[in-house]
């Protein structure tokens, strides 16, 4: 979080935070609240961040826009071939996409949970670790097995939870959490995700917390 690449999405939480501030005042004053419709079971509404004109971190011909979309893929494919789960992408191509359009199209899907994946930058290449991020009550438990697993399984330092206001997380109405697996502009993950199947295991670990939660 505490990083240039970040900012934008904190200056879009705030606003978020405005107007859902104006949406509870306006149900106290007796408008009914809106019913949320049951989720469709073992469903995951993937939302690779970034896109289009939004890169994101970078490290020299590393974008993460482009790697959170090729985990996101290879998350996406490993769920559908369990069999077991209906998988939702909010993008699967290079575009850009603001925070509603992913948030209304996870909600619209009636998605069990939501998962946005994105990749930590920071000015220091020494800096690596996995974090995820959660907003409501009920994103907690997603967001503790999501960073628990990504950890474990990349053999990174664990740096837990922190709540975040972004507009994905307070918007969605299902749990929700943003994995920030490791940091793009970390120089040992540049060397592992060119002579290892880094991306391939941090995907293998998604699914596996995800399995772990909606078991
Ligand atoms: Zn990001």
Redesign the pocket.
């Known amino acids: 979080m505490k990083n240039k ?2 900012l934008p999405t904190m200056l879009f939480s705030v606003f978020s935070v405005l107007v859902l501030s104006e949406g509870f005042t306006a149900y106290a004053k007796g408008k009914p609240s809106p019913v949320v419709p049951t989720p469709i079971p073992n469903s995951i509404c993937i939302d690779p ?2 896109g289009g004109s939004e890169p ?2 970078i490290n020299g011909d590393l974008i ?1 826009k482009n790697v ?1 979309l090729e985990v996101a893929k290879m998350l996406r494919d490993k769920l559908l071939d369990s069999g077991s789960y209906t998988v939702f992408m909010t993008r699967d191509t290079d575009v850009y996409l603001t925070n509603a359009d992913r948030y209304n199209f996870c909600n619209l899907m009636n998605a069990e949970i939501l998962i946005s994946i ?2 930590n930058g920071s000015e220091d290449p020494g800096i690596n670790y996995s974090t995820a991020f959660y907003m409501k009550r009920s994103d907690v438990a997603l967001a503790q097995e999501v960073v628990n697993t990504v950890s474990s399984t990349l053999g990174l330092t664990n740096k837990g939870i922190s709540r975040f206001a972004s507009g994905v997380l307070l918007k969605s109405v299902m749990p929700a959490t943003i994995s920030e697996g490791f940091f793009l502009t970390s120089s040992a993950e540049y060397e592992n995700i060119a002579n290892s199947d880094r991306l391939e295991q941090e995907a293998d670990a998604l699914f596996v917390a995800i399995t772990n939660y909606l078991k």
């Open positions: 690449i970040l961040g970034h994101g971190a993460e959170n994105h990749h």
